[in-house]
């Protein structure tokens, strides 16, 4: 019986007559403008933040940062920094450059701490006093981060004495 079947198959197929099979032309054309539009969406996305991939980011922005002069006090730095990366910040110092110190828990130091264990998104700011700062001068300072997962980084931000 099956030896009969297939005869008969070869025989239809010897006629001239094809087995057209598949999907029609209208159906394939909508698939295909389908896969289009959602790489389309895919890509905007993407470019525009929406989808992330699980990569880590070590970052932190300087909100702000700057030199200020009062009278009978002296001059100030004020820092502020915000976490905008996916890993903890498990310190952030900030490094006097040349020979400017800061007066950080009753001495003067070269380098101070602005702040630990910040979260994705914490922000945190500090002031202290400052001396060896002249009116009109400007003043490299290094912003100085390590991450809970052991990465490090550096930013260098360069201030302008005025009087405020």
């Not at 009978?72 to 498990?90: A, E, L, R």
């Not at 130091?109 to 400052?130: C, D, M």
Request: glycine share 10%.
């Amino acid at each position: 019986m099956v030896a009969i079947r297939s005869t008969s198959l070869l025989l239809w197929l010897s006629r001239g007559e094809s087995v057209r099979r598949g999907v029609s032309e209208l159906v394939a054309t909508i698939v295909i403008v389908a896969i289009v539009l959602a790489a389309g969406a895919f890509i905007f996305a993407w470019t525009h933040g929406l989808i992330r991939f699980q990569s880590t980011q070590h970052e932190i922005q300087v909100v702000q940062a700057k030199l200020s002069y009062t009278t009978g006090s002296g001059w100030y730095i004020t820092v502020d920094v915000k976490n905008v990366g996916s890993v903890t910040v498990s310190e952030v110092k900030l490094s006097c450059l040349g020979s400017v110190q800061i007066y950080d828990g009753g001495s003067w130091v070269s380098e101070a701490t602005i702040g630990t264990n910040l979260a994705p998104g914490q922000a945190k700011g500090k002031s202290w006093q400052i001396r060896n700062v002249s009116l009109g001068s400007s003043y490299s300072f290094r912003v100085r981060v390590w991450f809970s997962d052991g990465a490090y980084k550096e930013y260098l931000i360069t201030l302008g004495a005025g009087q405020g």
